[in-house]
Structures are given as C-alpha cells and as structure tokens.
C-alpha cells in the first residue's frame, strides 16, 4: 500500500479527533500515545489495501483508546484491560452525541483487539483497529507497506526500543489483576515477566467444576 502525502494527512481533521488526541496525550505516556498513533496510521493503510470501506473518525477513536485501559487507574477494576479502554472510549463518544452504532463499533474494536482469528470478519473499525495491532506489535504483514511508508510514520511517532518497553506496559498494566488474563494472550506476558504467576487452565477449570459429571 502506498502512503500519498504525509503520514498526518491520513489523520481526520475534526473536532471529535482533536480532542481524543489531546486526551490520549494528556494521560497515557509518550510510549502508549505513539504506538496507539501508529496503530491508526498503519491500519489505516491496511484498510485501503484491503479495499475496505471505514469510518476514519472511528478507527481513530478505536486506535487512541485501545491501551488506555494499561493506565494505573485501572488496576483495580477488577476487568480485562481491553474492557476499560473500551468503556473509556464509549464514555468520550457519548459525551460527544456519537450515534450508538458507532459507539458499539468502537467499543468492540477495543475489546477484541487481543483476540485473534475474530476481529478480521467483523466492521472495517473492529478489522482494522487489530490490524493495526498486529502490525506494531507483532509485524504481521510487516511487507504490505512500503519500506519507505513505514519510515515516514516511524520518524513521524518514533518508537526506541519499543518491543521491551511496550511488554514493560503490558506487564505493569495487568500484573494487578492477574485473573483477567485467563484464556487470552496476555497471560503469556505475565509468565516471561512475573515471578510465581500461574496461568489459569480451562482444562482444570472444567473437570473441577461443581459439575458431578
């Protein structure tokens, strides 16, 4: 996919997106603002390669909020992290009169963007908000964008030595409420980084229900 005009010119220029930024900026760190910046920028890319009809504002929103969830203020709250970013975000677009379809849209996005094998065949927003994702994350479909598209959103929202940071957040972010990892991906971070962490078992959690049989 080729990157026309500068990596901003893919950013919405509107009130709504304004505002997300600025509130992203204000309470997440450099390292959460960047990536979650070029998780739009990169999804956005893949949405126009793969001929895919989206609501840029809402991929926005989706891409801004989806780690806000990691945030110290969420450690207690007892839900996957995902869930918190994505309330966060419905709560900002309902303050924002966003019609609920929308708001629902957004929220799945965010909620579902650590579950593989899923978010792929749902709404552009939710497909593109993982695609995203995945591509700063884990460098799925690395070769789809051009070397020198890539460059430009790199120099544009840099990310130095981001692979052990972004681990280091995902750590600190869920380490205090170790249940909400059960069955999902996260779970494997937890046991590189935390000394005594044990993952839960659906097996286990099957054959010892209060089921007699």
């Not at 990169?42 to 989706?62: A, I, N, T």
């Amino acid at each position: 996919m080729i990157l026309t005009g500068t990596p901003e010119a893919l950013v919405p220029d509107t009130t709504l997106v304004r505002e997300a930024t600025q509130l992203v900026r204000d309470t997440t760190s450099d390292l959460v603002y960047h990536h979650s910046r070029r998780v739009f920028l990169f999804g956005s890319l893949q949405g126009q390669r793969r001929g895919l009809r989206f609501d840029p504002e809402l991929l926005y929103v989706g891409a801004m909020f989806h780690d806000v969830g990691l945030g110290e203020e969420f450690h207690d709250s007892g839900r996957r992290f995902e869930v918190d970013g994505a309330a966060e975000a419905k709560k900002f677009l309902l303050a924002h009169d966003v019609p609920a379809d929308a708001v629902r849209r957004v929220w799945t996005a965010i909620a579902l963007h650590t579950t593989p094998g899923v978010p792929e065949f749902m709404e552009p927003e939710v497909a593109l908000v993982t695609a995203g994702v995945e591509y700063d994350v884990l460098g799925i479909g690395y070769d789809t964008i051009r070397d020198e598209d890539r460059a430009a959103i790199v120099a544009l929202h840099p990310r130095p030595d981001f692979k052990r940071r972004i681990l280091a957040a995902f750590t600190d972010g869920i380490r205090p409420k170790p249940e909400t990892t059960f069955g999902n991906v996260k779970a494997d971070v937890l046991e590189h980084f935390v000394p005594g962490f044990e993952r839960g078992d659906f097996v286990d959690t099957l054959l010892e229900s209060p089921w007699k049989e």
